[in-house]
């Protein structure tokens, strides 16, 4: 069955899984999925870096999927 595609169900998450001075990671949940569907390959020195890198592949990703859709 072919599930239509909604990029709603889509979310940046920006969490603590490092160590000093670079502890910030975000990650990509989609909704319906246990884990993360893709997190970032470096890890940053603040939560606002870390948001702002987050929101630039969310919408990467998002962009392949909807041409693929």
């Known amino acids: 069955m072919h ?6 169900d889509y979310s940046v998450v ?5 160590t000093q001075p ?14 993360p ?3 970032s390959p470096v890890f ?3 939560m606002a870096a ?5 929101k630039k592949a969310l919408a990467q990703l998002l962009a392949k ?3 693929a859709a």
Do not use: N
């Not at 599930?3 to 709603?8: A, R």
């Not at 920006?14 to 490092?18: F, P, S």
């Not at 670079?22 to 884990?35: F, L, S, V």
């Open 3 to 8: 599930e239509e595609f909604d990029p709603t």
């Open 50 to 54: 870390a948001v702002k890198e987050g």
């Open 22 to 35: 670079k502890p910030w990671r975000w990650e990509i949940y989609c909704a319906g999925k246990a884990g």
């Open 14 to 18: 920006v969490k603590l899984r490092g």
């Open 44 to 46: 940053f020195e603040s």
């Open 37 to 39: 569907v893709e997190r």
């Open 65 to 67: 999927a909807k041409h």
